[in-house]
């Protein structure tokens, strides 16, 4: 039996809401849609995950470390909640949670169009990689540590430039070495290393 359409709220250009539609339906249309994006910070690194393989959309490129559509009804807290949970096993105190704003964005990517309000959170988590224990092994290939200047020349640098970080698919560790092309397009990538940079210097006034 197939598993019913995740229902989202969907959005004209300005953000007025526009009525609830499936989520099929609202990527072949193109539809204005909200989605979350945490990116957890251990220390002077930060946490990724490396989409499965089998994802409709970017698979086994690197994305924020938690990311996922807010479902119809939901507030953004309660769906990055639910999302946190569901991908990444943990949950976080109201509060813990730093937001650095929306970003609006437009890709296409199998098939489909893909209209985003990217609601774009970062948080401090300092254990180890190892401690990620009870990431869901369907929805992410792996979790991969990457030192923050590493992440920058990542973003920044030439294509072909490789840059070392650390892979862990929940029962081995790894040192691996990352291409830009590994990376999941995203416009705030850019200006997401200088905030992730303060972030880490403790600093918690931050915007993309």
């Known amino acids: ?8 709220d969907v959005y004209d250009e300005r953000g007025g809401w526009l009525g609830v539609k499936g989520r099929a339906a609202v990527h072949r249309d193109g539809d ?16 990724l995950q490396r ?9 086994g490129r690197l994305d924020a470390t938690a990311a996922g559509h807010v479902g119809a009804g939901e507030s953004v807290e309660e769906g990055g909640a639910r999302e946190v949970l569901e991908e990444l096993g943990v949950a976080y105190a109201p509060g813990e949670l ?14 489909m169009l893909n209209r985003e309000l990217q609601h774009v959170f970062v948080v401090a988590d300092s254990r ?3 401690r990620w224990d009870r990431f869901d092994r369907t929805e992410l290939d792996r979790l ?11 973003v920044h640098g030439a294509g072909e430039e490789r840059w070392p970080a650390e892979a862990w698919d929940g029962e081995r560790a790894e040192r691996v070495a990352l291409r830009r092309d590994d990376l999941l397009p995203a ?13 880490a210097r403790g600093e918690r006034s931050l915007a993309l």
């Open 1 to 8: 039996m197939a598993e019913p359409d995740e229902l989202l």
């Open 32 to 47: 204005w849609h909200r989605c979350f994006h945490l990116w957890v910070v251990s220390g002077d690194a930060v946490l």
């Open 51 to 59: 989409r499965g393989r089998h994802k409709a959309s970017w698979p």
């Open 98 to 111: 730093v937001p650095l704003g929306v970003r609006a964005i437009t890709d296409r990517s199998g098939g």
């Open 128 to 130: 180890p990689l190892e």
């Open 144 to 154: 991969v540590r990457v030192g923050l200047p590493a992440f920058s020349g990542l």
């Open 187 to 199: 416009t705030y990538l850019a200006p997401l290393t200088l905030v992730l940079e303060r972030f």
